[in-house]
């Protein structure tokens, strides 16, 4: 099975298993599951492909964007990413 598709179940499975109204997820579990152009600050982790992740997110029932406020600076490049449940 190709890695993206394994990583967005991996993903898909920690929301459907998500009891809360909210879940943060780091930036390289969902850059693996959504990967989109180079990211210019490392060679390991691609950008997010955001296109594709917000229309998937919204069909699951949730909202997704970064969480700069509760990343620490080191990582700001690579924010944590909020997924809130659209109710």
Not at 73 to 85: A, E, G, V
């Amino acid at each position: 099975m190709d890695e993206t598709i394994t990583h967005r179940k991996a993903l898909e499975k920690n929301l459907i298993e998500c009891k809360e109204n909210d879940i943060v997820i780091p930036y390289r579990k969902v850059a693996q599951a959504f990967p989109g152009d180079d990211h210019e600050c490392t060679f390991d982790i691609q950008r997010i492909d955001s296109e594709t992740l917000q229309p998937w997110a919204k069909e699951l029932g949730w909202s997704a964007k970064p969480a700069p406020e509760i990343t620490p600076p080191s990582k700001k490049n690579m924010p944590l990413i909020r997924f809130t449940r659209i109710l």
